[in-house]
């Protein structure tokens, strides 16, 4: 009897501690199953966005010559049609693509000048693409790079001595680019994505004067597309918890516009563009709150940046050249954010306070002159950021469900200052405006509440 009673009493304690295990915990509580999301079918969409070029101009003229960077700026928009196909892989479900897109524009650079005597003007009317897509499928949201085929026109007038000189006409190069697309509910699906495009070189001439121009241009474009047909329209099954802490880390690259001008008590001398390119990579650390699907929140962030612009020069050969450079060496903001979550995904608009150190160097035969300060202004842009694949390498998970991937775009405008050059009457004044393109990598500490796909 007593080994009865025993036995009873060891399997009513297995029974309560198995219930015990049982029992709901907080953040452990696996969300409901959401239908496999299939990208195949066929697309259609619109667009819209901001480019900003990076057209590198040589001017010779004669035994002298002019560098500077023509840099058209303005809006884009368009519309885009494409199909996907959808496979499974080692690393999970990925997505192959063909798409084409048309685009106007309105980006216009008419402010380059030298001492009245020769003005640069240059405008980007419309651009296309042809490319193909790989995408890393993490259920409704695809991580993809793409790449291919592009062509535009670009026009430059050249005005000297008052006499203007126009070039230009169609153009083809490539392009290539990445994104993220998110979906929205139905057959609906919204996309952030940059894309360069080269464009070619070009040599035309004036006389006897010959203008080598480089046309490169940068596209930040935000877009709406909806699939016709299709396996899977989207319903979202939970809204994903954005509550509470997060802190991670990004990289990206940027380009400068920086508007330089070098006067005096008579006038301005030179009206031209200071363009640094080059990576950035920094970490971030944020808190959201969340009502129904709106979450607010506050980000604070810190960059190194490679950004810099040693291209330019007045004269531009060996004792006579006037040299200059101009490098963003870091900067950081801190931010508001505000977004609306979609199932799974968030899409944000940020905006605050920006600061940063900008370079600007000028050698000269005689001299040579660095000025280096920090500035302050303020950054604005938007992203999405989605919950990271779960890819499966060696029979587990690469990243858990705390881990989010989220991609920016973000306009920082640090302002102007002004230096004197040497003591004399001659002033130079630059402008600091980055064009930021990131991805990052977040760790919440309360472990969101998402679908899995």
Request: hydrophobic share 35%.
């Amino acid at each position: 009897m007593k080994r009865i009673l025993l036995g009873v009493l060891l399997a009513s304690t297995a029974m309560s501690a198995q219930a015990a295990d049982l029992a709901p915990r907080p953040y452990t509580k696996a969300p409901p199953m959401a239908p496999v999301y299939d990208w195949t079918g066929l697309y259609l969409g619109v667009n819209a966005g901001l480019g900003v070029g990076r057209n590198r101009a040589v001017h010779d003229l004669g035994p002298l010559a002019i560098s500077t960077h023509l840099q058209p700026l303005g809006a884009v928009g368009g519309g885009q049609i494409g199909y996907n196909w959808q496979t499974n892989s080692f690393f999970g479900p990925i997505v192959f693509g063909v798409e084409a897109d048309l685009q106007g524009a309105d980006m216009t650079d008419n402010r380059t000048n030298f001492i009245g005597a020769l003005q640069y003007n240059q405008r980007l009317n419309w651009f296309g693409t042809a490319r193909g897509r790989v995408g890393l499928v993490n259920g409704p949201m695809m991580t993809y790079l793409t790449g291919g085929w592009a062509y535009g026109n670009v026009g430059t007038t050249v005005i000297q001595g008052g006499v203007p000189s126009a070039f230009g006409g169609g153009r083809s190069g490539w392009t290539w680019g990445s994104g993220v697309e998110a979906a929205l509910g139905g057959n609906w699906t919204g996309k952030i994505e940059y894309l360069y495009l080269d464009l070619g070189n070009r040599t035309d001439f004036i006389g006897g004067q010959a203008l080598h121009s480089e046309l490169r241009e940068n596209i930040f474009r935000a877009g709406l597309n909806y699939r016709i047909g299709g396996h899977s329209p989207y319903v979202p099954m939970v809204t994903a918890n954005w509550n509470g802490l997060y802190l991670g880390g990004n990289f990206g690259g940027g380009v400068g516009r920086n508007r330089t001008t070098i006067s005096n008590p008579a006038g301005n001398l030179a009206q031209f563009n200071l363009a640094p390119n080059g990576f950035v990579g920094g970490g971030q650390i944020g808190y959201n709150w969340q009502a129904g699907n709106i979450v607010f929140g506050l980000e604070t962030d810190f960059q190194g940046s490679t950004l810099e612009d040693n291209k330019a020069c007045f004269f531009c050969v060996p004792g006579a050249s006037v040299d200059f450079n101009s490098k963003l060496q870091w900067f950081g903001t801190v931010r508001g954010r505000l977004g609306y979550a979609v199932g799974n995904s968030m899409f944000y608009a940020t905006g605050g306070f920006a600061y940063g150190n900008v370079q600007t160097a000028l050698n000269t035969p005689l001299n040579n002159f660095s000025f280096s300060n920090t500035r302050t202004g303020y950054a604005v842009g938007g992203g999405i950021e989605t919950p990271l694949p779960l890819v499966n390498l060696f029979g587990g998970p690469l990243f858990g469900p705390n881990w989010t991937s989220t991609t920016e775009y973000l306009y920082v405008d640090l302002g102007r200052s002004s230096f004197n050059i040497g003591g004399g009457p001659n002033v130079l004044t630059t402008g600091a405006q980055e064009h930021i393109f990131r991805t990052g990598l977040n760790y919440h500490f309360n472990m969101p509440t998402v679908a899995h796909y």
